[in-house]
Structure formats: structure tokens, C-alpha cells
């Protein structure tokens, strides 16, 4: 092929990325967007704080701009994110216990229900682990709600909607470390107990390329029965167009590593402020790093 999305769907995979609405009338992203990817990530418009600023009370203009615009184009939509510790309406924040419980899963009843046929993935929860060598669960208003909410939410989002498919989304859990393992933990045990989740996300924000793992470790959650997408992928450094590459090929060589979503279309689009992180330059102009990922594709 001679695009992503297009070199992608030979292989039955997406090449998708990250787009916020307020660039959507800037014709040189539009027209990058439209020419080169096949599934969209609304960058922040489908967060908690987006989309229910006040209890209960809900507001979809941004993330329908960028949903029904990307399905109008036939382009799929990846649903981001349902609960997250970040990102929290600041009533939310301020609650906790079974109120914030009845509120989070409430909240993902109503999103999920609401994007039903229009998202074919959901990040059911994102970035529940903690960093560091402990594999455990991260210190959050959510958490303290009790070791269960991230099964609950699960259950709540299958309920709402049995066609998406349910995922699970982390950073630093690129290769095999104490953070992926308990990630992987938790996959096992939710594959075991009938929790619903069909799916993994790694961000791969990344610097140079991916460990050397990184392969064995998607393989590993591949090998438990769900698909494993890359979802947030951006790499800094003078190695960017190699680490693209080796990105790719891991991908291509799990079968069910269904797609790939870079964080962004143009280096000036980016969240990692100066650090050149894409595949287009800041006048649009493909970079190095685009021809290694579409030589890999
Ligand atoms: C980032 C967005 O790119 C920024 O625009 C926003 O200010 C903060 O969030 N992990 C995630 C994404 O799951 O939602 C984050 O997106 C980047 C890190």
C-alpha cells in the first residue's frame, strides 16, 4: 500500500491516531488524517471530564465532531477512556466510597450505551498500576473503592455494550517488568473468572524503540486470549525511524496484535512537547520515521 491505514489493512490490521477537535478545521491535518489513517482516538474528548462535567449530566458535542466525522469517512473509532485517575471531573475528585463507585460505573453505563455501534474498542480502564517494581494497583480515588472496581467497570461496559471490544490500557508495560506482569496477573485471573476483557492496549510512548522484550511480552498476553493493540505509540530520539520500524514488525508477527494508533499526526500536534515524537513534521511533511513504518507495514 501506499498509505498506512491502506498498508495496514493488508494484514487485516488499523493504523489509527490520536486527534483532537480543535484541529479539525485545519486542512493540512485533515487532509494527513484523511489520506493515511484508518481508525481515529479522540485525544481527550471522550474522558470523564469531557463528557459528564457535571453528575449525571452528560455532554458528547466534542467526541461525536470527532466520532461521527471519522465513521462518515469510514473510519473506526477507538472509544478513550472510560475511567481513568486523571482527567476526573472536579466532582469526582472530590468523591469517594461507594458514591464514587455508583458514579464510575454509572459513568460507564452511560458512555458505553450512548457510543454503542459507533466504537469498536473501548479502554475500559486506563493506567490502574502502579510504576515502580511492586506489579500492584496504583493509589486512586478509584482504587479505594475497593480491588474490585476495575472488574465492575468491565462488567458495567459489557453489559452496556456486547459489541465493543473491552480493553485494558497501561504505559511502561512495553516489556516484561514488574508493571506488565501484574497487568498480565490481572488478565489471567479475569480470563479465568469470566470477567469480560477482550483486549490490551500498550501505549508505547517510547524513546529510541522498544525493549527488546517487547515482542515476547504482547505475545505472552496474546497467548491468555485477548487481542493486544498499540495504542498511544510516539518515540522520541535519534533512533525514531528504526524504533517505528521494530514496533511494526512485532505487531505483524502476532496475530493478535490487531492494530497500531500513533499519539498524534504532526510533531507540533504532539502532548511530548519538543521531543519530535511522530511520523509527520510540523508543516505536514513525512519524516523518516513514516517511511520505516510504511516500509514495515
Ligand atoms: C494526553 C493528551 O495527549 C493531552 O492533550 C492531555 O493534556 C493529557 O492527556 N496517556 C493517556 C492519554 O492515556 O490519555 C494521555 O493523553 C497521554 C498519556
Redesign the pocket.
Known amino acids: 500500500g501506499t498509505t498506512l491505514g491502506a498498508s495496514a489493512a493488508e494484514s487485516g490490521r488499523y493504523f489509527g491516531a ?1 486527534i ?1 477537535a480543535g484541529r479539525l478545521s485545519d486542512s493540512v491535518y485533515t487532509g494527513i488524517l484523511d489520506r493515511e489513517f484508518n481508525s481515529v482516538t479522540a ?2 474528548e471522550m ?1 470523564w471530564d469531557a463528557t459528564e462535567p457535571s453528575q449525571n449530566s452528560f455532554n458528547y458535542s466534542r467526541g461525536d465532531q470527532i466520532a461521527n466525522r471519522a465513521l462518515a469517512r469510514g473510519q473506526k473509532v477507538r472509544g ?2 472510560l475511567l ?1 485517575h ?2 476526573q471531573p472536579g466532582w469526582a475528585q472530590g468523591m469517594s466510597g461507594t458514591a464514587l463507585r455508583n458514579a464510575a460505573i454509572n459513568h460507564v453505563t452511560k458512555v458505553a450505551t450512548y457510543y454503542r455501534g459507533k466504537v469498536f474498542a473501548w ?1 475500559v480502564v ?2 490502574a498500576f502502579a510504576d515502580g517494581g511492586s506489579g500492584g494497583r496504583r493509589d486512586s480515588n478509584l482504587q479505594r473503592t475497593g480491588n474490585d472496581w476495575i472488574e465492575a467497570a468491565f462488567r458495567a461496559a459489557r453489559a452496556a455494550d456486547p459489541t465493543a471490544k473491552l480493553c485494558y ?1 497501561d ?1 511502561n508495560t512495553d516489556g516484561i517488568n514488574a508493571k506488565s506482569t501484574g497487568v498480565y496477573n490481572m488478565v489471567r485471573d479475569f480470563r479465568s473468572r469470566g470477567v469480560p476483557i477482550d483486549c490490551v492496549g500498550f ?1 508505547s ?1 517510547l524513546t529510541n524503540g522498544p525493549p527488546s522484550d517487547y515482542q515476547a511480552n504482547l505475545q505472552r498476553f496474546a497467548d491468555l486470549g485477548v487481542d493486544v493493540q498499540i495504542t ?1 505509540l510516539d518515540i522520541a530520539g535519534s533512533s525514531q525511524a528504526n524504533g517505528f520500524a521494530s514496533v511494526v514488525r512485532a505487531c505483524k508477527a502476532i496475530a493478535r496484535c490487531t492494530g497500531i494508533t500513533v ?2 499526526i504532526r510533531d507540533s500536534d504532539s ?1 511530548r512537547t519538543g521531543e519530535n515524537p511522530l511520523l509527520f513534521d510540523n508543516s505536514g511533511n513525512k519524516k523518516a520515521a513514516y517511511t520505516s513504518t510504511l516500509n514495515a507495514l
Do not use: F, M, V
Request: hydrophobic share 30%; aromatic share 20%; charged share 25%.
Open positions: 490520536a483532537a485525544e481527550n474522558k478513550h477512556a481513568w486523571q482527567q479502554d486506563n493506567e490500557n504505559y501505549q510512548h498511544e499519539w498524534g502532548w
